[in-house]
């Protein structure tokens, strides 16, 4: 069967952990072991770069070599996006074009950051890289992240001028959400673990979580259910997996960070679960400790969570 | 007489804008004239890449172009500060390298953002930045841009390890200005334009503020004033800056954002008084429009700056 | 048939404005008027001086008489509700006592504010409102209002201790909604608009919708095919209702703050189908001009919603 | 010398702690002592139902009985100003007409809170207010606490309009007080603890010191000696101010929020120096432990605060 490329994002994309080795180097064996992993699961696609993915603590040399290792794995069996994810409009060109020399189908992209920019500034960032890339350009709207919003208002006008093909919503905001539906044709995925299975029944096009490099099995079980209007499935899923989240709220915030606490539960699982050898994050992220690590060994278990076997 | 560049920064220390060209990239004879314009003015170092420089704007060629330009018009003159800011400690290595390569005399590093770090986690961010990097390391904490803050525990651990060797402090908050003044010896310079003379009284080691860009001499006399114990004649001169400032607020917000507001004043008042060619700012930023260009020039009349005369 | 006052609210509890006359007395008539369209549509519940009922801007005779007005049009036919919304639990039990003497069957309390409450203090807060009033509490959660927000921790906690019989989640977080839903038994009745639908599935016990005032109907009709089962009818309807509230952006933001924008569109729109005499606000509100009137009208029409006869 | 009571408030004006006994109700003896504590120490008014007066959690009793006791214990010594600080407008006139009654000289009056307003709508508060209110209104920009600025803009506005005699500045904003006091000649009080001896240079009215409360002495030693321009006396003492505010972080912040740890450490403080009888707070605010008063009675002694004689 011919994949289509040309359909915009679309199913569960899991935004991938960059797994790295005991030097801090991206470790592509696990990395590889990751991407089978989910390709055995069913995903959609596959999202490299993105926030999961440390992309604010990773260098070039690091972002290379994930896209790198993604796209070679993932050997067209699903479509790759790439997070494009920077301040500024010239930063995020040289990134996307970084991203689409190695391979990749598409881009995922922030509103600018650090700099305080207006509405009208925020679409000319998306038509500036809508001009330079030659993939086709995913907006990203994550607040918590970068402190501004992709309202509703503009991401009428990114669709209605076709500056990109699709929004990731990761802001929590579901009336914002079903508003962006009501007012568009533009496919949306969801960024919430927790919520999923709402998302996909008022219209998301798919689901983008960050918990689902840990479980994709069950994001795609979800998923199909939703697909197919059984939502007390979806929901049954859904429950599981939000109890599975749990996993990154056991870290002792007095000791990390709230992204180590929630991406270094990632990997942990990962780790526990045997896909990737090492928990370890990029610095500054401290690593979790070993009643952490116990915690999230604990939570795998009461979720139904084994071990995986070498596919 | 020899310079020491191993005392720490302090005194005026502009964050120098980056001047582009019609076509977006940096004007090198724009900012060779900025650069001789303050050293006139009798500037006591020179911060190139900071947010005033657009650094979130910058990609890698335009950082670079105005890194070489202003070590080289320096030419030793007086220290050259390089903004090494970015959202992890990856990148921010990767860009101090780069700076350090071209020759600045330090490196000026935020806490990481886009991330949610842990006040553990920013100490060691500065920790492997320290290590890195071949050069000394200015702390700068700007809360408006990265919505982290680097609080006066935080920036005292950085002292008292010697991680660091003075503090940028752009939050606008006095009190912990002064809390880490009494509780440090690090030297620390204020970013604020508007109560440069009444930080100067509390201690501080030195002004980098961005409306120096077009006021240098202004924050000079300034600077000897209060470091004179003359705080009258500093008041005075404050006063006037502060009428000065309304630069940054002619912009009509509902057209532009609040850094094309502020940033573009300060390129469109170097404009108009000669020292730079363009007012142009890096995308997505908006140009101010003729209305809001004459609105500074009035502004500038009002408070006694005149055109430049070539030097 | 007997009503049953000692079940937990539920169903369609509409937030009610508080009508008033040309001198900004409230308007007993326009009142009592609003009283009987809600419970001619078929709604489960009344909530005088809620946030929709401009609670913060009501002083104690004018909420004494708009209590006395709903429970006594009321007259036991559904159970009656009350704000008791202040900074602190002396104001608080002090409200809550006065609305009891006046016969409410609830009351209804967010966590202190104005003071910055450590969470074992909201919980204190409950407790001491609890041992202090004679009928059941609802915790209501608006962190847009008091800026503390009422975390599935804490909910869990007064659930637990059987300090309030239900909650009203006005935060906009689905993800939260669903923790709390999860991990207590408490009935928790959702205060969006514009995923009412949303909120009935994954199990909320009920609406407190401020657009309720203008189309009850619709609610109800919303909330009967969500309890039935009936997703997509529940979903055209919230569809249409999130048309209708686009009567709460109408007015221009640099004119009127957003409170005024809102809740004075809830008055616009009652007025404008007859129901309330004047869409007149508490000072410091700003009334709604002509042209966001016509505006509020059109949108009224392309909603479907006529004028309402006199029942 | 007689009094001056239609000049606007200045000097040293302590906002009271509301002192209560065992049961929690006002303890009238202690308040008298603090009054007289305060006389004695010199200061120039007082300000009762302010926020470090628990306005926020007191009731209409208790609020009547300090306003009874602070003017009646004040006897026309000095100007007594009183807050009327709630949500709305009605509800600040209702407890503005209640502290006239009861004699005071002035109210002082925050932006709307809970709701969100418009700049225009807060000057039209205060227009309301001051129609209303026999005495004059003193407006007072808190935004740690009504999340709502007074801006430069709106304060020009109150000042040009004559609406309000004084601002009390609590922002923490020192720019934007210079702004206020370049732009108006409305006299400006800082409520600022840290940097009363600067905002006293560039040009304030006076200091409104929470900490004033327990060392009232000093915070006339510095007033004195900045009214006299000697900057490095008024330095020094607000140095050991400075330190003499660490009794406000001593409070364990994961047992009690920060209202109570900053509060609670003034009474304890007053306790400590036998001022006044209980340290005790209103609900919900948590008691500090025996640890936090010792670390408090050791913080005291550091400073040089000793027990305080009777008068």
Sequence with gaps: MALDFSRPPHGVVPPLVTPLDEHGDVDRASLERLVSFQLDAGVDGLFVGGSSGEIALLDTARYRAAVEVVVGTAAGAVPVLAGAIDTGTHRVVEHARRAVELGVDAVVVTTPFYVRPGAAEIVDHFR???????VPVVAYDIPSAVHVSLTPDVVAELADEGLVVALKDSSGDL???REILRRTDLPALTGSEL??????????????????NVDPHGY???????????????????????????????ADRSRVGFTAGALGAFKAALAVRGVITHPTTNPPLRPLNDDEMRAIASVLAETGLDPVRAS
């Design 175 to 177: 009336a914002g959400f």
């Design 220 to 250: 795609v079980r979800l998923h199909r259910a939703a697909r197919e209007g059984d939502h007390r499935t979806a929901a049954a899923e859904q429950e599981r997996l939000a109890r599975l989240f749990r996993i990154t709220t056991v």
């Design 128 to 134: 500036y890289v809508h001009a330079a890339v030659d």
């Design 195 to 212: 919520f999923a299975d709402t998302a996909m029944q008022v219209g998301a096009a798919g689901i983008v979580p960050g918990l689902g």
